[in-house]
Structure formats: structure tokens, C-alpha cells
């Protein structure tokens, strides 16, 4: 069973298992019938406004949430979406440790969640795994992000806007994190936290070549990843690798090709 905001997506050819929610509502009748032995959380509301405001208003929800769903006298695994922005302002391989020093409001917040988290998993003798997602792009994101909004551009034959081209991210495809959450969710007592990225660092003026051409730049790529380019963080993935035998397969190259498929797709079928 999945919950949504969206009415429009209950609509949808099948999408009988989903039934509407909204964070910091009671949870819904269908929810608590359910009786869900697996919990994979990855809700944030107002993306992209990391305001202070907005922060303690998901931490507040999510909190209620949380009380509300460990309730549920089957409910054996918690799974949650965390950020990389939880490590702060730390440049190179994560240390991928629990106990991290964020920085911003968003961050700390996730922090203050998942500290929260962890004491109430334990008492309720709930495994808990909590992922810190880097860069996660594919089908569905915002037209605003990186890589939707150069795809867009591009398809309208705009010349696209680099602010900081040379800035440098570990950028994961949204199909290889899913996989990271069925694993998870299917595993019996897996890691505690674990990070959920490439693996290596991207610079952002090739990602608009490797979207402007799709092609001829896997060994560039490749070599990069043994010169990180710049300062950046990119995700330690030894845990997720050792206790979930989880690895990204979706490179740059393919995963680029994938969403600007997908995008194409919605376009014609008007979603």
C-alpha cells in the first residue's frame, strides 16, 4: 500500500493501492487496516523551500507521523529517506557514521528526525534503516531541477544557463535508489544508516555534455571518478554494499537517456 497528496494520481489505471494522506492528518482508516509489516518513508513537503519554517513544520508531521504508524502491533522494518546535507559542510568519501555535524536547517532537521527515530525503533524493537540520499534525478522530478530543466531547455532549443558549472555533485538514479528501499525493506536487520549515491563526483558542466550528447563520454566519466574533481561529498557506499549487496548499475550516461525518455512519454500522454 502507498499514500499520496495527489487525487489525481488515485485516478490513475492501477493505482488501487494507494490511498490519500497528508502528513500530520490521523492516519487513514485503509492505513491502519493495512497493518503494514514494512514502513518505507520518503515523504518532505515544500521542496525546494528548506526555510526554518518549513523544516519544523515536516519535522512536526513527521514526528506525529512516526508515533502514530510504530503503533502498529506488526510493523517489523522502518525504512526513511535521509540527506547527504546531514554530513555538513564535509568534502570527499562520507564517513557514512551515524552521528553526524549538519549545518543548515534542512539537515539538522533530518538529524533531529532520525535521532528521534532511532530511540523509538529500539524501544519498540523496530530495525530501522535510514538511507542519506545525494543527488537522487530520473522521471518524475521537478521541471526546476538540474537535470529536468536542462533536458527542457535543450528540448526548446534554449541554449541552457550554468550558474556553477564547475560545482560537483554525486548524482544516483531514482531506479537504483528504489532498489536500495525494496532491499531494505525485504532485508532482516540491515544496516542502521547507509548512504545511496554514485559513489564518485560529477561536475555539473558535464552533465549538460553528457545530456547534450549522450554519448562518447563514459570514459571521461569514468576517469573521473578516480580524480574527483574540486571539492565535493561523495557517498560511501561499503555499507550499503556490504550489508545489502547494493551497488549503483544506472550511469550517468543511461540514466540521463532513461528520464529523458520518460519525460518525452508524459509529454505525449499528457501527465
Known sequence: MGTTRESDILARPSRGSMCKYRMGEPLP???????????????????????????????LDQESFFRSILMSPVLRRVVVAGTCREYGDL?????????????????????????????????????LTWFRLFYVYGPGQRRES?????LHQLGSGQVPHLENPDSAHD???????????RLAVESTGGPEVADLGSGHLCRVK?????????SGLVAQLAAE????????LWANLSTARGMLDWRPRTGLVEGIRLTRLANLESQINGI
Not at 515544500?46 to 519554517?53: L, T
Not at 538540474?146 to 536542462?150: A, F, K, N, Q, T
Not at 571518478?225 to 565535493?232: C, I, M, Q
Open 29 to 59: 482508516e485503509v492505513m491502519a487496516e493495512f497493518e503494514p509489516e514494512a514502513l518505507a518513508h520518503l515523504a518532505w513537503d515544500g521542496i525546494p523551500d528548506f526555510s526554518r519554517e518549513k523544516c519544523l513544520n515536516n519535522r
Open 91 to 127: 568534502t570527499g568519501r562520507s564517513p557514512g557514521t551515524v552521528e553526524v555535524s549538519p549545518v543548515d536547517e534542512f539537515g539538522r532537521v533530518k538529524d533531529v528526525l532520525h535521532q528521534g527515530l532511532r530511540t523509538a525503533c529500539e524501544e519498540a524493537r523496530i530495525d
Open 146 to 150: 538540474l537535470i529536468p530543466s536542462l
Open 225 to 232: 571518478r578516480f580524480n574527483p574533481p574540486g571539492n565535493g
Open 206 to 214: 558535464k552533465v549538460l555534455q553528457v545530456a547534450t550528447t549522450e
Open 171 to 181: 548524482f544516483v538514479y531514482v531506479g537504483d535508489v528504489a532498489t536500495a528501499f
